[in-house]
């Protein structure tokens, strides 16, 4: 038996690994891609959240804010798998229960992450940090055997467009500054082609400059795609809102345009403050 014929064994059998699996549609039929109900979670008795409910539409673009501890951060961890919550259900569209999924598989599905350290490799170019993200759906062996295809190629290329590195492709990670290791890490999560984005505090560390270099980038990547910008910085937050929730305890204290949300009392009394 070949290589081949071994391989196309391994997929008729019953159990087939998650890379082999044929990509199953994200059913949007109410127009909502992710559905987060009932959610609970408690660490040595602090509730990290608490009955909470969020509903996404799909190609929106949506801001988290809260203070620390509020629960942000914790719930992006529920939804990427990589925490497991003690109770409520995450769905991915109509169909796909996240809870029941590990984050490789998360992943694939087409739900990317950012965090707020940009994590590129340093000694690789910034077109080999993007091709080694690259969506694939192949065992190792084959990933290492295969070559970069014209579409694939061209696929990086759009990527260094959208992200502002075109002239950038050739050099080393680790000489870009803050704000382009930042935005080489979103053009990583890009060429994967997601459908949700889940960023957390993009700006953070940016000069004025570059935050509004990644305003104009993150607002020109929602309605293809759904993003969920997670930030501190209450400027860059007017600066792309279109809908804003505010976390509070692990629950759902607000919702709304940011006039609105400035507007609410519950939210200055224990968010907002002086900073409006």
């Not at 559905?35 to 949506?62: I, M, P, W």
């Not at 804003?244 to 224990?270: K, R, Y």
């Amino acid at each position: 038996m070949n290589f081949t014929q071994g391989l196309e064994e391994l997929k008729t059998r019953d159990q087939v690994w998650s890379f082999m699996q044929e990509d199953v549609p994200v059913d949007i039929s109410h127009q909502v891609i992710l559905y987060v109900e009932g959610l609970n979670l408690s660490f040595d008795g602090f509730k990290a959240l608490n009955d909470l409910n969020l509903y996404v539409n799909d190609g929106e673009l949506r801001c988290l804010i809260g203070a620390n501890g509020a629960g942000k951060t914790t719930l992006m961890d529920v939804i990427t798998g990589k925490t497991a919550c003690d109770s409520g259900s995450v769905f991915f569209g109509q169909t796909h229960n996240l809870l029941n999924r590990d984050e490789a598989e998360i992943a694939q599905l087409g739900i990317g992450r950012k965090f707020q350290k940009p994590t590129v490799f340093e000694a690789l170019s910034v077109f080999d940090n993007l091709e080694l993200s690259l969506k694939s759906n192949k065992g190792v062996i084959a990933t290492l055997l295969a070559r970069l295809s014209t579409e694939q190629s061209d696929r990086i290329l759009q990527v260094l467009d959208t992200i502002g590195l075109q002239a950038q492709g050739t050099m080393l990670a680790g000489s870009l500054s803050h704000g382009q290791k930042q935005w080489l890490e979103i053009g990583m999560l890009l060429v994967s082609e997601p459908r949700l984005l889940l960023i957390d505090e993009p700006v953070a560390g940016m000069t004025a400059e570059e935050g509004e270099r990644t305003a104009e980038l993150l607002i020109s990547l929602a309605g293809e795609r759904t993003v969920i910008v997670v930030e501190h910085d209450m400027e860059f937050v007017r600066s792309i809102a279109r809908t804003v929730t505010v976390l509070h305890q692990g629950s759902v204290l607000a919702e709304g345009s940011m006039d609105q949300i400035q507007n609410n009392q519950a939210v200055i009394d224990v968010y907002l403050g002086e900073s409006q």
